[in-house]
């Protein structure tokens, strides 16, 4: 099915299942521990032996020897495997440097070697007396001394690296009123609670992985492209996913050393990192350096805004795309944006949940607020003011086959001019609804001034954007003799809910109660979907399930002789004109299956399509000890159709939580020595617990976008990340009066400025 026209009204539109807060299917599962993830399948291949990872103990050198004599002749151990054992490897289409090293080495704790026992401990003992001999050599791993050499990338994710619209520099110069700030965010860490795992097995020339991946037939392509064989020779199966955040996105060394580790050791093997090499052997968010200027007249109206990004990754690696939402925010006649990157020999930087403007936002968001304080202007207020219901400039937005799902690290569409409009913008009404609910007219525009006993209480506000790109995806739908409705799609859900809006939208369509559906996802051998990332999933497989459930409908309703035209499927049965049929009549002679894909053409070619929200948060700061407390916050979500607001509401608290810790906990410490993060485990490396945060609110806007997709609904689990960070530091401000512009806002950068207590 081709998406080439806006949507008219169709079988979604029911709202019968669809927009229904549903449970998510397969929670008992879950909460029950019969879910079973790809370390646990011990069902599913006999005599399964482990691998436990060596990793790199250098950031930046070669391996001059390596003794495995002692590691071969311990207890239990069946085969290791290093760069040299295991032959010829080619580098995946999404990897930066290489899965297995040797013997150049790109960065800390990069595996160097697999060690396959008869039990875990005796192959993490064994791994232990693997010896390595190193000749270490110089790295860079501080940003601010890399920055100076830091050049332009061809692109980044959000399109080129560099964008003009009139004169930035004069306008700046002229302007009444200036703000010139720089932020820098932190390297952060993944923290999902089910770590990277696989198990891998051979039959002949044939590898099948259960494995935990966002993207299934990445996985698979880059696996085969790495082991250089044909990849209709690969399966990979990975039904339930907990959780991933982009760190999952693609091929990582669990994956390919557990195929590696089954091919020496001939049987099955199953390989997990553990949380060091969680860190340091796989992606993090990379730290950055924002430089935002923006210039007004007195009455609040911007006339510059320019927005500078440096971020670091290995050679040949991805820029943070931090300057994306500055690009489609705010109104400004004159404005710049420029994104650099300086080669660091730290672990790859990649994608975390909403990569760039999660960062993005952390600066200027920050940075519309010190400009609303100079101006004495509220700080939503002045937000409303510079609204712009066109973009406002030169950007690139997803498009249909040039998204960011096709090819992260290619273009996500086309240059379009200023003024090319928006399918959808409610950020005033987010902004206005938000403050309302809020309370927001009993903030003290004066910083300092609110206090509750020992604490000093202050509310801040940031807006909130993430693109919403779409990607093709395909789905197989069966109608069996009993009636029951089967999905199948490689879509994973990595605890988002895919098996429940997948369901409702199978059961809306073909009329069926959600507990007539069936979900089976996860496994390459069914048809290739969006997958999981990027905020393109929910969006974007729902629309590949409706394309095929079109098909299914057909069908049926030629197989029983009725009108294409008239039919209608509802309460399990087709009814035309006048005549109804039960659905399971249909397939009496034999199940009925139909196949399709969504393509999406040049309707967001012709329009931007974006999500926006607002943040709202209220913060108290021990005026005593500068401890910082979460007291409430809210979040206004604008994303087209809201298919299932209980899944949705659970993702948006979810991200919330997230930019909690990016504002006041989260922190990847490096050794600037030897190049690696030292915080490497869930007891140092910090994130938000359920005391930290007292009250959580999500209001979404009812708008469904018929730009979209059929379903004319649009991702969602980003954007509540967007903006929450810098909400947090400005209510800070707002409580305290101290501006911190270095991220994560910790009580020692604040406690030598905190007003007298007395």
């Not at 053409?601 to 108290?620: I, M, W, Y």
Request: aromatic residues 6%; hydrophobic residues 40%.
């Amino acid at each position: 099915m081709k998406f080439d026209t806006p949507a008219t009204t169709n079988p979604i539109d029911q709202m019968k299942v669809i927009g229904k807060p549903v449970d998510r299917i397969e929670g008992v599962l879950k909460t029950t521990g019969t879910a079973p993830y790809a370390y646990e399948r011990h069902e599913v291949a006999s005599n399964q032996a482990y691998g436990f990872v060596v990793g790199a103990a250098i950031a930046k050198g070669r391996i001059r020897s390596m003794e495995l004599e002692a590691a071969k002749r311990a207890p239990g151990v069946i085969a290791i495997v290093t760069a040299q054992s295991a032959g010829e490897l080619a580098k995946g289409q999404y990897n930066t440097v290489k899965l297995l090293g040797g013997p150049q080495v790109d960065h800390y704790h990069q595996a160097v070697a697999l060690v396959v026992a008869e039990t875990f401990e005796q192959a993490r003992a064994a791994g232990a007396m693997v010896r390595i001999e190193y000749d270490r050599m110089d790295g860079a791993f501080d940003l601010a001394k890399a920055k100076d050499s830091a050049t332009k990338p061809p692109r980044i994710s959000a399109g080129p690296p560099d964008s003009a619209v009139g004169d930035f520099a004069a306008a700046y110069a002229a302007a009444p009123v200036t703000l010139d700030a720089t932020y820098t965010t932190p390297d952060q860490t993944h923290a999902m609670m089910e770590p990277h795992a696989t198990l891998a097995t051979w039959n002949g020339d044939e590898l099948t992985v259960w494995t935990s991946t966002q993207m299934v037939d990445w996985a698979r392509s880059d696996l085969a492209r790495t082991l250089g064989m044909p990849k209709t020779k690969v399966r990979v199966i990975s039904p339930f996913i907990g959780g991933g955040f982009g760190v999952k996105l693609y091929l990582r060394a669990d994956a390919l050393l557990a195929a590696l580790g089954a091919r020496a050791a001939r049987r099955p093997v199953k390989v997990a990192l553990h949380r060091a090499l969680i860190t340091n052997n796989t992606t993090h968010r990379p730290a950055t350096i924002q430089r935002v200027r923006i210039g007004a007249t007195r009455e609040g109206k911007i006339t510059a805004i320019g927005h500078e990004s440096w971020s670091g990754d290995q050679p040949q690696g991805k820029a943070d795309g931090a300057v994306h939402q500055t690009r489609m925010l705010y109104a400004g006649d004159n404005r710049m944006t420029a994104t650099r990157i300086a080669v660091l020999d730290l672990p790859e930087g990649n994608a975390m949940r909403a990569p760039g403007e999660a960062t993005g936002h952390m600066a200027l968001e920050a940075a519309m607020d010190e400009m609303a304080e100079k101006l004495g202007i509220d700080p939503v207020d002045f937000r409303i003011r510079n609204d712009s219901q066109v973009v406002p400039d030169r950007a690139i937005a997803p498009t249909a086959e040039n998204s960011q799902a096709q090819k992260p690290e290619a273009a996500t569409g086309d240059v379009k001019p200023a003024g090319h409009p928006f399918s959808q913008r409610q950020l005033v009404e987010c902004l206005q609804i938000g403050a309302d609910r809020f309370g927001w007219a009993k903030r003290s525009a004066r910083p300092g001034q609110v206090r509750d006993g020992r604490w000093l209480v202050g509310m801040g506000v940031a807006s909130a954007y993430r693109g919403a790109p779409v990607t093709k995806s395909a789905a197989r739908v069966r109608l069996e003799r009993s009636g029951r409705i089967v999905v199948e799609t490689d879509m994973t859900d990595i605890g988002t809910g895919s098996y429940t809006i997948i369901a409702q939208t199978a059961a809306e369509m073909m009329g069926v109660p959600l507990a007539g559906v069936f979900v089976r996802l996860g496994d390459s051998n069914f048809p290739v979907s969006a997958g999981s990332g990027g905020q393109w999933g929910a969006a974007s497989s729902t629309a590949g399930v409706y394309a095929a459930c079109m098909k299914l409908r057909e069908a049926i309703v030629q197989q029983l002789g009725l009108d294409v035209a008239d039919a209608s499927f509802s309460d399990g049965k087709v009814t035309s004109r006048g005549k109804s049929v039960p659905l399971s009549e249909a397939a009496a002679q034999g199940e009925l299956v139909a196949e399709d894909l969504i393509e999406f053409g040049d309707l967001a070619r012709k329009s931007q399509q974006s999500t926006f929200g607002a943040h709202f948060v209220e913060v108290g700061v021990d005026r005593f000890t500068a401890e910082i407390r979460i007291r409430r916050m809210l979040a206004v979500c604008a994303a087209g159709r809201i298919l299932n607001p209980k899944s949705a509401r659970s993702q948006v608290i979810g991200a919330m939580t997230m930019g909690v810790g990016g504002a006041i906990m989260e922190e990847l410490a490096i050794d600037k020595r030897l190049g690696f993060f030292v915080n490497h485990d869930l007891a140092s490396y910090e994130v938000p617990v359920h005391a930290d945060i007292l009250s959580q609110e999500v209001i979404f806007l009812d708008g469904p976008d018929p730009l979209s997709s059929p379903m004319k609904a649009k991702g969602i689990g980003e954007l509540g990340l967007c903006g929450v960070s810098a909400a947090i530091a400005n209510a800070i401000h707002n409580a305290t009066g101290i501006r911190v512009r270095d991220y994560p806002l910790t009580l020692d950068k604040l406690i030598r400025q905190m007003p007298t207590a007395a």
